[in-house]
């Protein structure tokens, strides 16, 4: 059996020891001992320090086959959340019952308190199944107003209590029922900390997300669907969100006592790319004194220059993008030949850069929730941003006259770009949500001084 670690530290000789000798601080132990395992980082030293074997650590999942578990759930239990490493999170299945095969995803965590239904319908979370950090989840309920796309793009959520009962006076039902009507499936009852503390030291894993109807569970077979599923990378998913055909957009903003309102009197006509597009955005563009013409994200560049657009958006999106860049970097390429200004969010920010000579990455863990800060480094302002990426660009593989305009103050990630001399920008978060509340939205407004000028 697994020394836990309070053992650990034990044989340490005491929590000042047991940081000193593994180079940490004694926050990294309190962690430690809340999440009642140790980061994979720290294996090597303790090891030596010890002289214990592998299997000995709590956390250290290095059987090929885990222990097997029964397949008959706890008292109480209707659903299950299974990872590939075979770890099994038991719990109260909501929503909608899944099918068989259930779906299967990369499950990742969002640190934001409100704004769930805005999260469940971002297309970016395609392919994902989202674990919320903070525990309350509901208690806004849902609403027709509050979505970002027409369908759920997400696998199904994670969360620690039962779904609260709305209480908000904007909500037209209950989180639970607008899920189960989208077909889409929750488990609740589950220790969203130590999931989150699991994504953090060891990535964000493959999982299937359980709730059969008829309560039957074969937890081997789940396993090996996570197992399988071939993750993130490699994978465009930026084709199964986009829109099917152009469309004209001139919605812009929400109001308090008008709701949103309509774009009467544009000055710019932008063409927007649709790798998975928030609704948001395009209000943000419409209230900046844009008309707004959304085409296909697998648009070449003369359908979108045959438009004659004052200026070109590059939507946010999911999936890895060097794979969605086979079909987008080409269009944009064109567009850029034709010296149109030029503006990426997200995704958008990441085909940019590819389409510049750059190279992106898979994050870890990824940047999603709210409350992230961003240092604009022309002016030294910091804004608290939204963000939801898992893939990244990598700020060395810019070639000259691509200069770094923002960057993460979590982990000095790359956070925006812009083209020396050109009309052209792109940033990695999302501006047109509202953490900060409004820091961010003076990006839109730039863009459309670019037209102006």
């Not at 200026?311 to 969605?324: E, H, K, R």
Request: aromatic share 8%.
């Amino acid at each position: 059996m697994a020394l836990t670690v309070e053992d650990l530290i034990a044989r340490l000789g005491g929590a000042e020891a047991a940081a000193e000798r593994l180079g940490v601080g004694t926050e990294a132990l309190r962690k430690w001992r809340q999440a009642r395992s140790l980061p994979a980082r720290h294996w090597p030293a303790l090891l030596a320090a010890t002289g214990l074997d592998l299997t000995d650590l709590p956390g250290a999942f290095v059987r090929s086959d885990p222990m097997p578990q029964p397949n008959d759930p706890p008292a109480g239990a209707t659903a299950a959340l299974v990872l590939a490493d075979g770890a099994v999170f038991w719990g109260r299945g909501f929503g909608a019952a899944t099918a068989d095969p259930a779906p299967v995803g990369e499950v990742c965590f969002n640190t934001g308190m409100t704004g769930y239904q805005e999260t469940l319908t971002d297309p970016s979370y395609a392919g994902q199944i989202i674990t919320f950090t903070f525990p309350h989840i509901g208690n806004v309920g849902a609403n027709g107003e509050d979505v970002e796309a027409t369908t759920i793009a997400a696998r199904g959520l994670v969360l620690r209590e039962d779904i609260t009962a709305p209480a908000n006076w904007r909500a037209s039902e209950d989180l639970g029922d607008w899920l189960a009507a989208r077909g889409v499936a929750g488990i609740a009852g589950v220790d969203t900390r130590a999931l989150t503390l699991r994504i953090r030291d060891h990535g964000a894993p493959a999982g299937v997300l359980a709730y059969p109807r008829d309560g039957r569970f074969d937890l081997a077979a789940l396993r090996d669907a996570a197992r399988a599923w071939p993750g993130l990378e490699g994978m465009d998913l930026a084709r199964t969100v986009t829109c099917p055909q152009s469309y004209e957009w001139d919605e812009t903003v929400w109001a308090w006592g008008r709701g949103y309102g309509r774009q009467m009197a544009p000055r710019h006509h932008v063409v927007a790319v649709d790798y998975g597009a928030k609704r948001n955005i395009l209000r943000e563009l419409a209230a900046a004194g844009c008309r707004v013409t959304v085409v296909p994200g697998t648009s070449r560049a003369e359908d979108i220059l045959r438009l004659r657009p004052d200026g070109v958006f590059l939507s946010n999106g999911p999936g890895d993008p060097a794979a969605t860049a086979e079909y987008a970097v080409p269009a944009i390429e064109g567009v850029l030949a034709a010296g149109l200004p030029l503006f990426g969010i997200c995704l958008g920010h990441q085909l940019l850069a590819l389409a510049l000579g750059g190279r992106t990455y898979k994050m870890a863990r990824g940047h999603r929730g709210a409350n992230q800060p961003v240092k604009d480094l022309r002016s030294g302002r910091v804004e608290i941003t939204s963000q939801n990426h898992g893939f990244a660009v990598d700020p060395a593989s810019l070639p000259d006259g691509v200069v770094v305009t923002h960057t993460s103050l979590f982990d000095g990630s790359n956070e925006g770009i812009a083209l020396t001399g050109k009309k052209v920008f792109s940033v990695q978060y999302h501006p047109e949500a509202s953490p900060g509340p409004s820091d961010s939205h003076y990006l839109f407004g730039r863009f459309a001084a670019l037209m102006d000028r």
